[in-house]
């Protein structure tokens, strides 16, 4: 009998699928769903899987098959951490967990201003404070903002600027928050205005993700639950 917390995985993990897949097309590159998995058959962009499993039990060679493990980096987000992927010559990155958060759940009240980038120039800086100086701002193109699921919420100061932040993915069920960040006070401070933003547009909808570590704690004081594990594997 499925559960109510493996429902959830699962439809977070469709949800993140969705993400990945867009933000491939942002880059020109055309990944595929399967039944078990959605892959693409070139690298992906940085910190972007090269496979997502969309349900527990996925065969490992046919997944393994749909992605070029011979370019540097290759990934596979293994859903359900239920892969063994050591025969293909993969190790485990890291593990966190999916986290779902009610929609009718309180949030802590913010002091910054919000809105949908739905320019170029604001998106940019929004990459720009995202990549906080690391050189990786040009991860997030302008073509990002002609998908109608994709929302990108900045999170603002007085004077303008943009400050904290996220990325938020609409699918049928429900939204999926990721590449949240604050420059200053990090997720503690990012949270409370990424769910003002979410409740705002979307206040039916409940929320998922996925974090780990010290940001996975950040996230169940802010309201979320886990509701399944998560493995990602890095090829070589």
């Known amino acids: 009998m499925t559960t109510p917390k493996q429902l959830l995985a699962r439809a977070a993990a469709r949800n993140n699928a969705?993400?990945?897949?867009?933000?491939?097309?942002?880059?020109?590159?055309?990944?595929?769903?399967?039944?078990?998995?959605?892959?693409?058959?070139?690298?992906?962009?940085?910190?972007?899987?090269?496979?997502?499993?969309?349900?527990?039990?996925?065969?490992?060679?046919?997944?393994?098959?749909?992605?070029?493990?011979?370019?540097?980096?290759?990934?596979?987000?293994?859903?359900?951490?239920?892969?063994?992927?050591?025969?293909?010559?993969?190790q485990v990155l890291f593990e966190a967990q999916w986290i779902h958060r009610p929609a009718s759940a309180p949030a802590t009240a913010s002091d910054l201003a919000w809105d949908v980038a739905g320019a170029p120039d604001t998106l940019r800086a929004w990459a720009?404070?995202?990549?906080?100086?690391?050189?990786?701002?040009?991860?997030?193109?302008?073509?990002?903002?002609?998908?109608?699921?994709?929302?990108?919420?900045?999170?603002?100061?007085?004077?303008?600027?943009?400050?904290?932040?996220?990325?938020?993915?609409?699918?049928?069920?429900?939204?999926?928050?990721?590449?949240?960040?604050?420059l200053d006070g990090g997720p503690d401070v990012a949270w409370p205005v990424v769910l003002?933003?979410?409740?705002?547009?979307?206040p039916t909808v409940p929320v998922v993700g996925y974090e780990h570590g010290d940001d996975l704690a950040v996230a169940v004081r802010h309201g979320f639950e886990p509701v399944g594990p998560l493995r990602i594997w890095l090829h070589g």
């Open 128 to 182: 720009l404070a995202w990549d906080d100086g690391d050189g990786n701002a040009d991860l997030f193109r302008p073509e990002l903002l002609d998908d109608p699921a994709t929302f990108v919420l900045c999170g603002r100061s007085a004077d303008g600027g943009v400050v904290a932040g996220a990325v938020a993915s609409l699918s049928d069920r429900v939204v999926g928050i990721s590449n949240v960040f604050s």
């Open 196 to 202: 003002d933003a979410v409740h705002w547009l979307f």
């Open 18 to 90: 969705e993400w990945c897949a867009v933000m491939s097309r942002s880059h020109g590159l055309a990944g595929s769903f399967g039944d078990e998995a959605w892959a693409a058959p070139v690298r992906t962009p940085l910190y972007y899987p090269d496979a997502v499993t969309l349900v527990s039990g996925a065969g490992p060679a046919a997944l393994v098959s749909r992605i070029d493990t011979t370019a540097p980096g290759a990934s596979v987000k293994d859903s359900f951490a239920d892969l063994d992927l050591t025969a293909a010559g993969f």
